[in-house]
């Protein structure tokens, strides 16, 4: 008996061949048999008329803090997503000593803009080493999880407070590759680091004070493994970007190892600067170095209050500062101060434009209902700064004082929304679809359903991609570029991550507003539309019909086994 049939399926296996009818039968986690099943199954999917692919990978989260209260990392499990990779950007939650805890937090916080509260009352802290967390997310995991192990955490754990105001001598950086080989030998999938991020001191964070000498030793750890090194290059700057990619190429070469960069955004005013990063990636691929760009699928939308700092303003110092550090009274008092208020509209100016084009998203709602400004929901602030006579920065700031800093905005599109430039990148051989940020920027956007707006928008509204082409970057391509073993594809033998969807219907829902984060917290979610059912490790995960299941069968990836055959 088969513990699952999917019967009647259009099989999209994730290699890029052409799609196929046929059934796909699991047994004891893992997939039996493709073709023509006979004989009983306890679960039956019908799947008729729907696309049966690999689960889908996401190369680039920060789920690192939701995986302790939430197994299944919602919504992202529903959009087809199986295997998720967090602790990208120097940061994840182990290895962290118990003094180290706040300090990682604050860089959470600053960073990935995840509540302070969120950590004090959802997490139990109650692990040390990598292979603690490991141990402590396994509990109830539904969602498989190849983790990464951050750069500024090692820095921390080695050197402590000397971690953000200098270089590593000989003996702390042999401690970090011992630190680094423990971390690996207890299933992380690599190491990340960054060269942009501040602290929530607005200062850099411990792996900017890294030299070259350093990054080195720590990219041999990971030759002796083949594992992934990620970096967050200072992707503003052209030049600077492409210098990291010459590094990475470098690094890739010496120690035989995959790397990766992210973000990689193409806008109206950068297409001749990403097509000299592309042309550099090329170039060191031929010299055999493997520098993979990331590049999300999703234009670049942010929503905001100025209850908490948002990055859309870390241009203006003035903002960013009050925003950043002030009280909700300190907040409020400095936009009522007409001395205040008229240095924050000077300053605002120098980005004028945005300021028109957002849009009142929701105001506040009490007990009695919404605020007497519910009707203004839906416009721009610059309709509504003609209605009031005053300007749309003006409006901003009349608004968040009148909902007590409750009213929410959207700055939509902002970049990255040329469909054909970034068709053109994402069917790019070199590029690696990823950087959602899944579980990062709670309050500032979704980071969910990219796969969904991938197959909406590229496949079957733009034509853009084949819907092979797609499932494969998703797929196949990520856990060969990761060294994600036996997932990606469907055969034979391989573990049954299974995305079953409606190929016509595949997107994802509007963006909304959910209070489900520990510690009376929000954030923005979209759900999915067409997926039909998720299998993880062989048991169905999610479905439409039933929603999330019971048990879960999500693993460690790539695995202690892995780990030690790699060393």
């Known amino acids: ?10 099989v999209v296996d994730g290699s890029g061949l052409p799609a196929f009818t046929a059934d796909v039968a699991v047994r004891d986690g893992r997939i039996a048999k493709i073709g023509h099943v006979d004989g009983p199954a306890k679960q039956t999917v019908d ?8 689960g889908f990978i996401d ?5 690192d803090a939701q995986l302790l209260w939430d197994g299944y990392a919602k919504p992202a499990l529903s959009h087809g997503v199986t295997t998720i990779v967090p602790g990208n950007c120097s940061l994840s939650l182990a290895p962290l000593k118990a003094e180290h805890r706040m300090r990682l937090v ?14 004090r009352e959802g997490v139990e802290w109650n692990w040390e080493t990598f292979e603690e ?8 995991l539904a969602i498989n999880v190849a983790p990464l192990v951050g750069h500024s955490v090692l820095r921390l754990w080695v050197m402590d407070q000397a971690a953000t105001e200098r270089t590593a001598n000989d003996d702390e950086i042999a401690a970090m590759q011992d630190l680094l080989r423990q ?13 942009v991020d501040m602290d929530e001191t607005l200062q850099p964070v411990p792996s900017r004070y890294a030299d070259q000498r350093e990054v080195n030793a720590l990219a041999e750890v990971l030759g002796e493994y083949g594992r992934m090194l990620q970096i967050v290059p200072e992707f503003y700057d052209p030049d600077l970007t492409i210098a990291r990619i010459d590094q990475l190429a470098e690094l890739s070469l010496a120690h035989g190892i995959p790397t990766t960069f992210s973000p990689l955004f193409v806008n109206g005013d950068n297409v001749d600067a990403v097509q000299r990063v592309m042309a550099r990636v090329d170039e060191q691929f031929a010299r055999g170095a493997r520098v993979w760009p990331q590049v999300q699928t999703r234009p670049i939308d942010i929503s905001f209050s100025l209850a908490v700092p948002s990055l859309l303003f870390i241009r203006l110092r003035g903002w960013y500062s009050i925003l950043r550090f002030g009280t909700h009274e300190e907040i409020m008092a400095a936009l009522k101060d007409p001395e205040q208020r008229a240095k924050l509209v000077e300053e ?9 084009i957002l849009v009142l998203r929701q105001v506040n709602v009490g007990p009695d209902g919404p605020s007497a400004n519910q009707p203004l929901v839906g416009k721009t602030l610059g309709e509504i700064a003609e209605i009031r006579g005053t300007t749309p920065a003006e409006a901003m700031i009349d608004l968040s004082i009148e909902e007590e ?9 902002m970049g990255h929304n040329d469909d054909e430039r970034v068709a053109e990148l994402l069917n790019h051989p070199r590029v690696h679809i990823g950087a959602s940020d899944g579980g990062a920027h709670i309050l500032s956007f979704s980071t969910y359903g990219d796969t969904g707006y991938l197959f909406s928008r590229f496949v079957r509204e733009c034509r853009a991609m084949s819907l092979e082409d797609a499932v494969k970057k998703v797929t196949s391509d990520t856990a060969a570029i990761w060294g994600i073993p036996e997932r990606g594809l469907l055969r034979p033998g391989y573990v049954a991550d299974i995305a079953v969807f409606d190929e016509n219907a595949i997107g994802r829902g509007d963006e909304y507003y959910v209070a489900d984060v520990p510690g009376d917290g929000s954030r923005y979610v979209r759900d999915s539309i067409g997926v039909d059912t998720v299998v993880v490790g062989g048991s169905v995960a999610w479905s439409a019909a039933d929603g999330y299941g019971s048990e879960g069968r999500g693993a460690i990836l790539p695995g202690r086994e892995t780990a030690e055959a790699g060393a």
């Open 1 to 10: 008996m088969y513990d699952l049939i999917i019967k009647r399926g259009k």
């Open 47 to 54: 799947a008729a008329g729907k696309v049966v692919a690999p």
């Open 59 to 63: 190369p680039h989260t920060h789920f």
């Open 106 to 119: 604050g860089m959470f916080n600053q960073i990935e803009e995840m509540p302070y509260k969120a950590f």
């Open 133 to 140: 967390y490991v141990e402590r997310i396994r509990k109830g």
């Open 183 to 195: 971390c690996l030998d207890a299933g992380a999938l690599g190491l990340s680091t960054s060269f």
């Open 348 to 356: 605002a100016k120098q980005m004028d434009p945005l300021w028109a």
């Open 405 to 413: 800093l409750d009213a929410h905005f959207l700055a939509a599109n």
